[in-house]
């Protein structure tokens, strides 16, 4: 009787716990055939597959609609659709079609505003991110950067320091403005 008051009988709380353990244990086997990449969210498919992974545990795990064959397949799938992704991305133009492409959003003090706009971001995002990086003074600011995974990357340090290698930034969008002798499009932060 107290199962009822809460909602559920006891067969059906059982079939959750039964469910979650059974489900939790599938996930942790998955991840450890398709190894470390499976969680690394190095991507926008990989944290959309990290998202979809959480969706059908959860929903296996407490639903009485799913069944655990069923979840267990789901998660199967998925894990199988990101590494078959993972290895076909590594061939040309397929990773142009799967991910996106970082984007500079500042190079020392100078916002990019187009590509500010672009990322949706403001320049109050920006400030925060700073912050965020222990930034204390906006003349260290060497560059920050919209990663694909959504974080922003800032890179601060010495302004009369070593000069930034222009190697880390041939994928972001923008960085012709870091290799270059011009002051990027916009005002200092």
Do not use: H
Not at 146 to 153: C, H, I, K, R
Request: charged share 20%; no cysteine; proline share 4%.
């Amino acid at each position: 009787m107290f199962a009822e008051q809460l909602g559920a009988p006891w067969g059906t709380l059982a079939l959750v716990a039964v469910s979650t353990a059974a489900i939790y244990l599938a996930l942790v086997v998955y991840s450890r055939l398709a190894g470390l990449r499976s969680f690394a969210q190095m991507t926008n498919f990989d944290i959309a597959a990290t998202v979809a992974l959480g969706s059908i545990t959860a929903t296996t795990a407490v639903s009485t609609e799913v069944s655990l064959l069923q979840g267990a397949v789901g998660l199967g799938v998925l894990f199988a659709l990101q590494w078959l992704i993972a290895g076909v991305r590594k061939r040309n133009g397929v990773q142009d079609i799967v991910d996106n492409r970082p984007l500079l959003l500042m190079v020392g003090r100078n916002v990019i505003e187009e590509n500010l706009a672009q990322g949706q971001l403001t320049r109050d995002d920006v400030r925060a991110k700073l912050r965020l990086a222990g930034v204390t003074r906006m003349d260290r600011v060497r560059a920050v950067v919209l990663e694909t995974t959504g974080e922003v990357s800032v890179l601060a340090g010495d302004p009369g320091g070593e000069p930034l290698d222009p190697d880390l930034f041939t994928s972001v969008r923008g960085y012709e403005w870091l290799v270059g002798d011009r002051t990027p499009p916009g005002k200092p932060l």
